[in-house]
């Protein structure tokens, strides 16, 4: 079957790469032949063997009978969403690695590829190369998932794990990224969470049946992390990971938000280190399920693509749909309504004072020590409670508030 | 559509109550009408909610063509094989929980499904409720895989555990595993390797598309682990866990093999605890994916089978085969030809004297202590080789050997 390209980046040449590499063990185990026919991009690329079938114009490609399945790894929602469309329309299936095209346009995708009869195919758009799509809709699909979180940035996880485990500064670590390519010179999309955040939009969509769109979702990035706070978690068992999650709540609204939270290295989670990512699924039958790997990476994610082009390839005529339904009104909560416990670090003139007031305000809260703890500085997790709650009671004490960070609890 | 359940056991009753309790959902989120219209067990359940369904007589499901999907959950080979057979030769979808049928029978039972147009379907049969075989043979599908290790015994995993975190000995360990219904009263399939062998079985032909059959796959279970051992392991920054793997080389051969193994802290398979199980996957272009979560209980593992009961009910007209091939001849290698690293643990009358030898005999080694170590008492890590030259090696030192336990490079 001839497949097409849309954007010669990083993943979309990964994609020619991995056809080119196994397309004899792709035919062999799953009885069909991929070919590239065309690769559209707005560059030239003078010395790439795929000169010939490179082009600058998308009607190549569109107006192509002979090209069966469109792989979209361009990026962004614009010119994106109109080429999707076209390629949708005219009966093309359409795989995708575009995140923040699946977050914003997922369900009108969705909806025109139903209609024409035709698969939109995403896996890689979250976790890169991990299968976590599939499994969930699938593999998962007798159960109700109440809950789903994950590490879904390896940019900031790579950050957090110097911090962590080499004790370099937010700062060092950053750069140290940039330098390996791991981030963007600018990298707000990154360290900011917005990454994740699509993200975590697609999951929460796809786990709970209607579209969640990035509008709304609380996103608190990991720049504010200070060494301090490394330590400090690591005396409470904890490292600190920047956490996209979604959680059905008893009242029927979904908490969906990326912020940074203390885990503790009892979880699973607390062991995914340097550029990987995982995504942790809780259903009421199968419990916690886990998928671990690369979440970014040029032919990792772009295996991710070619599975889902062999998927198209070999159920050519039995689309198998699959999908959300529309967003729901008034459906996210608001994370100040939800329950959490907050970690607090904070400088107080009279420890033993704060402790007092502290004790009148929580109840209890349990306070943390690091090395080289500075007299004025207290750090202290407390109860749980409701986020806008314990938020309030905290500007009663007379302390210095210097880092907010939420606990999980997975 | 109608589901009939054969074998009323763990995961048998699971299957009805996730379908009981989950119909609603999956009717909305796959437009699929599913209920288990028959049961079939030699016992009698007089106080089940099921009693007007159930059946002592298999001809009453085979017969009936009202059932479009039989789902076995017997075990065993006898007489799970016959009847999944005339299921298949019938026209009827199968989906079985039962990785000693699909490991012994698999390419027989694919073979049939194919020739009967229907589908043979088994993700629970490995790791209960985990996604594992379909994001193999799916999401995976443009890759070469060539590796795959797991914990895939849950009781022996749970064993282990409580003598790495709670020091229990062994047989302490086990005893409070069988008081917890992780281990059955003749635990040895569990502890001696059998059941992870059989999922490893499975998974060596899936990722390398030819039958592996248990016969000549060498299996070693986790009884002679003691707690010096789990001690030194420490000390090598590393645990002890029960590793099933299975490794294409080279030559063209695969090395599939059971054995406990020292695994470093640092692997994501060190923190696999408890009864939970893990799957790693090397692919050539994802590299490491891991999937983790309850590879056991009734509706976890119930969890996976009603997935696969979806995945036959939503494309009960479009059957999308997967598989693998016959068995190879000559195809399993010795596992003393393979290379591997060996910690060692042995009693030596001059520790100093011995020292010498071993530099001798390996060039090098790492010897590791432990609290109260005995006075006569060595263990050591030697460094890569064959392990038959290895084991040879070892039989030149003047040394009592007590323990002998691959190192893994996962």
């Known amino acids: 079957m001839n497949v097409a390209i849309l954007g010669f980046g990083v993943v979309g040449s990964g994609v020619a790469e991995v056809i080119k590499n196994n397309c004899k063990s792709i035919e062999e185990n799953n009885n069909v032949s991929l070919k590239v026919t065309r690769i559209l991009d707005i560059r030239d690329f003078p010395d790439s063997e795929y000169k010939d079938i490179l082009t600058k114009n998308f009607e190549d490609i569109v107006s192509d009978d002979s090209i069966d399945i469109v792989v979209e790894t361009m990026g962004g929602v614009s010119p994106a969403f109109n080429f999707v469309s076209e390629c949708l329309k005219k009966g093309k299936h359409v795989v995708s690695s575009n995140k923040e095209l699946v977050a914003t346009k997922g369900y009108e995708l969705l909806t025109l590829a139903r209609e024409n009869n035709v698969n939109f195919l995403f896996e890689a758009s979250v976790g890169g190369g991990i299968p976590i799509i599939r499994p969930i809709s699938r593999c998962l699909a007798g159960n109700n998932i109440s809950e789903v979180a994950g590490i879904l940035n390896g940019t900031s996880n790579f950050i957090l794990t110097k911090m962590i485990v080499d004790g370099m500064s937010f700062e060092a670590a950053l750069k140290l990224a940039q330098d390996k390519g791991y981030a963007e010179k600018d990298p707000t999309a990154d360290v900011e969470g917005l990454d994740a955040m699509r993200k975590i939009c697609i999951l929460a969509s796809l786990c709970f049946g209607s579209q969640v769109y990035p509008d709304g979702v609380y996103s608190e990035g990991i720049s504010k992390i200070t060494l301090e706070d490394v330590a400090f978690a690591a005396s409470y068992d904890s490292v600190i990971k920047l956490i996209a999650r979604a959680k059905k709540l008893p009242c029927g609204k979904a908490l969906v938000m990326v912020s940074p939270c203390l885990v503790k290295n009892s979880s699973m989670l607390s062991g995914v280190n340097g550029v990987f990512n995982a995504c942790l699924v809780r259903g009421d039958m199968v419990g916690d399920v886990l998928m671990y790997g690369q979440g970014a990476g040029s032919l990792a994610t772009a295996s991710a693509v ?61 306070y943390l020590t690091r090395e080289n703890q500075g007299e004025n500085e207290i750090a202290f997790v407390t109860p749980s409670g409701k986020e806008g709650d314990l938020r309030a009671s905290l500007e009663k004490a007379d302390i210095n508030v210097l880092s907010v960070i939420r606990v999980s609890d997975y």
């Open 306 to 366: 070619v599975g889902d082009v062999i998927d198209c390839a070999a159920n050519a005529e039995n689309r198998k749909f699959f999908g959300w339904g529309d967003k729901k009104d008034d459906y996210l909560a608001d994370y100040l309504d939800c329950e959490t416990a907050l970690y607090v670090r904070a400088a107080a003139d009279s420890a033993e004072k704060v402790k007092a007031q502290l004790l009148n305000i929580f109840g209890s809260v349990q």
